[in-house]
């Protein structure tokens, strides 16, 4: 029976398939974007490469349209040099930058007069995500053959579901720091999460 093993296996997904270039771990993201505030471009381009690919699975996983998923993440960086200038460090860089995306993400489909789904409001406990690793190579086809099916159950889920999940183990958010990112308050991000993570598990399980 898998407990919340369904995380176990999107992270090895990421670590096999997903590789990034290693960045300078002497700055944080936060002192890379300051630096580009002030001119500096060699720290967007470090800004970039670090979180370009989830950025777009974060769009795409959302979309299910490539050309649509492409659109919003090039406009998400567009956003993010228009409005250095108004960029503070008072949270952390990945929220500002996945609000960005979800607002993005939320205008574009309002113009499409699709409704966006309003938020829970039943109340939960805290949600324990438990992550390992999936290096031993025995198992690396049981992973694959997980993964294709998680993807296919990602596909299934109500779309604020979807990017609270999405928020938590592509961009590694908080609670606080996701319910920051989409306007909500802190039970209904758990909410949402726990609906998600039960109906994935439920899924990986033949229920």
């Not at 060699?42 to 699975?57: D, N, Q, W």
């Not at 567009?78 to 993005?104: D, G, P, Q």
């Not at 309003?118 to 390992?132: F, K, M, P, Q, Y």
Request: charged share 25%; with cysteine.
């Amino acid at each position: 029976m898998y407990r919340i093993y369904l995380c176990l296996f999107y992270f090895s997904l990421r670590e096999v398939g997903y590789k990034l270039c290693v960045m300078d771990s002497n700055h944080s993201d936060e002192d890379l974007m300051l630096q580009y505030v002030a001119g500096d471009t060699v720290a967007f381009e470090s800004l970039y490469t670090r979180h370009k690919g989830p950025i777009y699975r974060y769009m795409l996983r959302l979309c299910r349209n490539e050309a649509v998923a492409e659109e919003l993440f090039q406009e998400v960086w567009m956003k993010l040099i228009t409005a250095r200038e108004k960029y503070v460090a008072s949270a952390k860089f990945t929220t500002y930058l996945y609000k960005l995306a979800h607002n993005l993400y939320i205008d574009h489909y309002r113009k499409q007069s699709v409704r966006i789904v309003e938020d829970l409001s039943v109340e939960v406990g805290d949600i324990e995500s438990e992550r390992g690793s999936a290096s031993n190579p025995e198992h690396l086809t049981q992973i694959n053959q997980t993964m294709d099916r998680l993807i296919t159950l990602l596909e299934t889920l109500p779309n604020e579901q979807k990017e609270v999940f999405l928020l938590r183990e592509e961009a590694g958010m908080t609670i606080p720091e996701i319910a920051e990112t989409i306007g909500v308050n802190n039970e209904a991000a758990k909410s949402r999460l726990r609906y998600a993570i039960a109906k994935l598990r439920s899924g990986l399980n033949g229920e």
